[in-house]
């Protein structure tokens, strides 16, 4: 989005880009304790689909349009959704190898899915924005949160209180 911006807008890009760097991370910080008592009183499970959720509509967003204001308000749904795996993946990980003493081990593991993860979708994400264009990239992104919300439906177990097991 950034280079979309660059390009359309190239007067007010760096204004805009920094506003979409800077507002979400206010979001985290405004959210993430909320988002921790959630966890508590609702589980994890509603809070994850509400990251998926807010994920896939930024990215639709995305492949709609590159209007400034639009692109802002939807970048502070990556707030909402930054928040939300901040405090939760760590939770979700303590729920589940409560008791067997491989927290760090399993925390490693998700750290480096997590970080293949992301070099695998910018890699797909630029080659796609290359060969189909950027909305194309987008919806694809779109796709993915799409499909990890409907795996959190299908397949994900509530891990609050000990609900899963190992």
Known sequence: ???????????????IISICIFAPQLIVVAIAPWVGRQAQSWGRRPLLLLCFAALSVRCAVFAATSEP???VAAQLLDGIS???LGVL????????????GRFNLAQGVVGTA????ASFSTTLAGYIADSLGSAAAFLCLSGVATAGFVFVVALMPETRDGRCSA
Not at 89 to 100: C, E, K, N, S
Not at 114 to 117: A, E, F, L, S, T
């Open 69 to 71: 204001y639009v692109v």
């Open 89 to 100: 993946v760590p939770l979700v990980i303590a729920d589940v190898m409560r008791g067997t």
């Open 1 to 15: 989005m950034a280079g979309l911006l660059t390009t359309r807008l190239p007067e007010t890009a760096t204004l």
């Open 82 to 84: 930054a928040a939300t």
């Open 114 to 117: 997590v970080g293949i993860g």
